[in-house]
């Protein structure tokens, strides 16, 4: 049967880095590229997606809600769902504009969802509900995605997963201390993460080509490949080897990303997006939303139109408190302060003022 390999780019630097390295070290696997097109995203997300379209020879856009009368997918169903916006606790964007097209992309056929997260964070990706779609994630130590660790690590499978590393495993003193791991019950001291790490440790080419052989008799995508060129794959991608990805392709990095300087009460700071997804994003930090408000005001000001009925993107004030001027000082001096404490330690570079991991984010919005 075949399987797909399907790749989402989001207009981010994870993503755009992840298919750029796929279609340079992998260049056999025929690899599908697909953005989902929200209709509300930033001009620079755009020109980062033509850029990446001319690079890998081609990117299938989907789109939500076509046919709708309204201008885009996401007012579309902010219609339908009585203007109430989305929120970290109701992320219904992501459900309705990405998730949705991109499994019905897929449709019912088997596929393997390569997925951008690095080898840095400390997160797990979007684990499709459907069985015939399997997430890897290139850039880890740890290719597998959580559910199949699960079940590689469950008791029932143990016996069956000593004798993968007998027929897989060349070195005898590795593969006596596999068998031991294998076999210590997982406790409060030893859980799975413990189990996985020890393995990982010993060889994770052997250990990927143990849970690949483990995954052919199971009926999950990866394992109905003859081959998966993955499993010798070792590489652990930070954030500075992306950004050294997408210049070194030509691509470039994301607009958005470059550091602006501003001015307050004599002191200079610097403010940027730190991540793709549509402009109005709840996930974003308030000094970004003054980088919105000064950089894009027409988005800013569309951002603030949608808030209405007592429905506000941040929970603790509207965007028309936001941008009054007093407010904007008082954000900028934080984000000031929290900028000098980062070069104190030594870190004032583009990367540090890319701070991904500052809040909590979607997990999903790569697709």
Known sequence: MKVRHIL??????????????????????????????????????????????????????????????????????????????PSPQARWCTQKMKLQEMEKFVGDEPAISYVGIRGDEERDGYISTKPNI?????????????????????????????EIYRNVCPDIHDLDEAIR?????????FYYSKKLNALLD?????????????????????????????????DIIIKDDVFSILENSGVGVPGYYKPIEFEVDGQIGTYNRSRSGCYFCFFQQKIEWVWLYEQHRDLYMKAMEFEKDGYTWNQSESLAELCRPERIRQIKLEAIRKQQAQKKQGDGTLLSQIDDNDEILCMNCFI
Request: proline share 5%.
């Open 134 to 162: 399997q997430a890897i994630f290139p850039f880890r130590r740890n290719i597998w995605s959580l559910d199949v660790i699960n079940l590689f690590f469950n008791k029932e499978n143990i016996s069956k997963v000593v």
């Open 202 to 234: 010993l060889d994770v080419k052997v250990f990927n080509k143990a849970v690949f052989e483990f995954l052919k008799t199971t009926s999950l995508p990866v394992g109905q490949l003859d081959k998966f060129p993955l499993v010798d794959n070792d």
């Open 8 to 85: 989402g780019i989001s207009g981010g630097k994870d993503s755009a880095a992840l298919a750029i390295y796929m279609k340079d070290k992998y260049p056999d696997l025929k690899i599908e590229y697909y953005n989902s097109d929200t209709g509300c995203e930033l001009e620079e997300t755009e020109i980062l997606i033509d850029r990446l379209e001319s690079y890998l020879g081609g990117i299938t856009r989907l789109r939500a809600a076509a046919g709708s009368t309204e201008p885009t997918p996401f007012e579309h169903f902010l219609k339908a769902c009585g203007n109430f916006l």
């Open 181 to 189: 791991i294998l076999e210590t019950p997982l406790t409060k001291k």
